[in-house]
């Protein structure tokens, strides 16, 4: 079994993780990709694996309130406290489309 992966394929997840890598950086990945790829393989070593079983750290025992109707706001008291209004909306920051490389 390869002890490193090939040039191409860590150019190949860095490309997927959008992110640039010198080539000293790409050395060191091969080796750690690789050896992180070999810690997950060892779980289709595992005897009586199988996809249908679930191991989660918790129980299901969930308990939810329960839902009920409560009193209607006022409309005009919610405007009014909001710190900005345009006639019936509450006016907020744009968010979507504000970031570098969006």
């Given at each position: 079994?390869?002890?490193k992966l090939t040039k191409e394929e860590v150019l190949h997840v860095a490309k997927l993780?959008?992110?640039d890598i010198t080539e000293e950086e790409i050395e060191k990945y091969q080796v750690e990709l690789k050896q992180l790829l070999n810690e997950v393989e060892k779980i289709n070593e595992v005897k009586g694996y199988?996809?249908?079983i679930l191991i989660a750290p918790w129980s299901d025992n969930t308990t939810l309130r329960s839902d009920s109707e409560g009193e209607m706001l006022d409309p005009k008291?919610?405007?009014?406290?909001a710190p900005k209004h345009s006639g019936n909306y509450i006016e907020v920051p744009v968010v979507i489309g504000e970031s570098e490389g969006a």
């Open positions: 079994m390869e002890d993780a959008r992110i199988d996809d249908e008291k919610v405007i009014e406290n």
